[in-house]
Structures are given as structure tokens and as C-alpha cells.
T-cell receptor
Framework: AAGVIQSPRHLIKEKRETATLKCYPIPRHDTVYWYQQGPGQDPQFLIS???????DKGSIPDRFSAQQFSDYHSELNMSSLELGDSALYFC???????????????FGSGTRLTVV | DQQVKQNSPSLSVQEGRISILNCDYTNSMFDYFLWYKKYPAEGPTFLISISSIKDKNEDGRFTVFLNKSAKHLSLHIVPSQPGDSAVYFC????????????FGTGTRLQVTL
């Protein structure tokens, strides 16, 4: 079965550079979520999109932006990178509406971003 | 403000015995709960979920119990296997909408031979 695809798997950037992370959801999933997991921490919600519109926003820095495209893939753009942005970035997708199910809430394998 | 907490950062269990992972939440609006298993450098893998209208859900070796009045849920793994060694996260959300998950802090389970 197709899963959530994230690219790249690993990314090394220097401070103040920009980075773009991509997420391809499971076919027919209409909602994409981005999470950030720092070392030894639980995943923190950043932002989500439903039908190409931002549906929810969490603790996402102003330096970050994201969008969902017509083919439902999403990109997380990160500018003016800081050392503290080094983390695992997960994308998840789901379908809606769902009743009493996990909505097929599936995570990708993540992108490990290292800022040096 | 940690709305979902897993108070045991680690747990060691012998192979074949029961593993019990606990999770507490503070937000009474949460009405759908999920458990994920995570290996290093990989995405969380869904294990089992439970709606607040139930107090138990079972899937093979995994059973989740929910005590709404105590705002507490637990994951039981019986029998535990070495391949179960991983970090386990509980997560909470609002049912009926495709909404964000709020994760607990994780419990590292080590199943020993």
C-alpha cells in the first residue's frame, strides 16, 4: 500500500539558509499535517492543510511557511535557519470526515534537518 | 502546557510478559485517542486507537483501556516480544474532524530476552 512520502530524508543546511521539505500524502487523503520533533522531545504540531487551505496552525515560527498544492502534496519552506531548527520533521496525512476511526492518520518517515 | 503526559519515560519487560504503558490527559475535550510506535529516525507507526464512547479496544496482542473519569488510558501488550522494543507515544484528538494530534512525551519500552 502506498504510504506518505517525504523528501529529502536528510538535509544539512547552514545557518541563515533556506530549506524546502516536501510531503506526498497517501492517495485520496485530503489533509496534510506537519510536525517537528526535536531531540528527546515529542512531536509538536506545526500546521495543517485541508483541501489546499490552511486548517490549523500550531507552534510554527514566522520564518516557516507551508502550502498544499492542487495534487495535494505539501511543502514546508523554512527560511533564516537557526541551529534550533535542527529536528526531525514529519508529515502525516488523513482523510475526512471520519467517525470513530483513526482517519487513516499515517505518518511519513520524516526529514532529518541538520543546521550547522 | 503538556496536555498529554506519559509519566514513565522508560519501561523494561521480560519477553512473554505483559507490558503496560500509561498515558494521562488534561483536556476533557479530547475524545479520540491513539497509540503509535516509533523507531529512531522513522515516522510514528499507528498501533491502535479508541473512541471515548468505549472503554476498551483490542487488536491482537494490543489492548487499549480508557478511563474517562480519570482521564487515563493504558496500552497493554501481551505477550511482549523483543520486536516491540521502541518508543511508544499516546496521542489525543477530537473525533469527527481530521484534526491535529497532541502527543504525549513517549515511553521507551525495552523487551528483554
Amino acid at each position: 500500500a502506498a504510504g506518505v512520502i517525504q523528501s529529502p530524508r536528510h538535509l544539512i543546511k547552514e545557518k541563515r539558509e533556506t530549506a524546502t521539505l516536501k510531503c506526498y500524502p497517501i492517495p485520496r487523503h485530503d489533509t496534510v499535517y506537519w510536525y517537528q520533533q526535536g531531540p528527546g522531545q515529542d512531536p509538536q504540531f506545526l500546521i495543517s492543510f485541508y483541501e489546499k487551505m490552511q486548517s490549523d496552525k500550531g507552534s510554527i515560527p514566522d520564518r516557516f511557511s507551508a502550502q498544499q498544492f492542487s495534487d495535494y502534496h505539501s511543502e514546508l519552506n523554512m527560511s533564516s535557519l537557526e541551529l534550533g531548527d535542527s529536528a526531525l520533521y514529519f508529515c502525516a496525512s488523513s482523510y475526512s470526515p471520519g467517525q470513530g476511526t483513526n482517519y487513516g492518520y499515517t505518518f511519513g518517515s520524516g526529514t532529518r534537518l541538520t543546521v550547522v | 502546557d503538556q496536555q498529554v503526559k506519559q509519566n514513565s519515560p522508560s519501561l523494561s519487560v521480560q519477553e512473554g510478559r505483559i507490558s503496560i504503558l500509561n498515558c494521562d490527559y488534561t483536556n476533557s475535550m479530547f475524545d479520540y485517542f491513539l497509540w503509535y510506535k516509533k523507531y529512531p529516525a522513522e515516522g510514528p507507526t499507528f498501533l491502535i486507537s479508541i473512541s471515548s464512547i468505549k472503554d476498551k479496544n483490542e487488536d491482537g496482542r494490543f489492548t487499549v483501556f480508557l478511563n474517562k473519569s480519570a482521564k487515563h488510558l493504558s496500552l497493554h501488550i501481551v505477550p511482549s516480544q523483543p520486536g516491540d522494543s521502541a518508543v511508544y507515544f499516546c496521542a489525543a484528538t477530537l473525533a469527527g474532524t481530521a484534526s491535529k494530534l497532541t502527543f504525549g512525551t513517549g515511553t521507551r519500552l525495552q523487551v528483554t530476552l
